[in-house]
Nanobody
Framework: VQLQASGGGLVQAGGSLRLSCAAS????????MGWYRQPPGKRRELVAA???????NYADSVKGRFTISADKAKNTGFLQMNSLRPEDTAIYYC??????????????WGQGTLVTVSS
């Protein structure tokens, strides 16, 4: 699976950004699509994930501010980020757990997109 993430950029605190993640390849089905982030000097952490049954999971730090969604027909995921804070500054990575023709059931990662929130 190839993942192409986009939508990162520079925004002022309180602003919004929408990240997109397009998955391509011989995909039979995507079971989980998620977003992780890695702030400068810190470990990568889960931000949000959406399952095939549309159930979602969020990090406590983003609950009420971020919304994850997916367009299953287009194998594309989104992360709507509102009320951004400087501490949201990080490289954001999308990931999927999918069943594909070439790799069977496997996890794939995108290249990351930088989100910078200025105070």
């Amino acid at each position: 699976v190839q993942l192409q993430a986009s939508g990162g950029g520079l925004v002022q605190a309180g602003g919004s950004l929408r990240l997109s993640c397009a998955a391509s390849g011989n995909i039979f089905r995507i079971y989980t699509m998620g977003w992780y982030r890695q702030p400068p000097g810190k470990r990568r952490e889960l931000v949000a994930a959406v399952e095939i049954d549309d159930s979602t999971n969020y990090a406590d730090s983003v609950k009420g501010r971020f919304t994850i969604s997916a367009d299953k027909a287009k194998n594309t995921g989104f992360l709507q980020m509102n009320s951004l804070r400087p501490e949201d500054t990080a490289i954001y990575y999308c990931t999927v757990h999918a069943h594909t023709e070439s790799t069977g059931f496997a996890d794939s990662w995108g290249q990351g997109t930088l989100v910078t929130v200025s105070s």
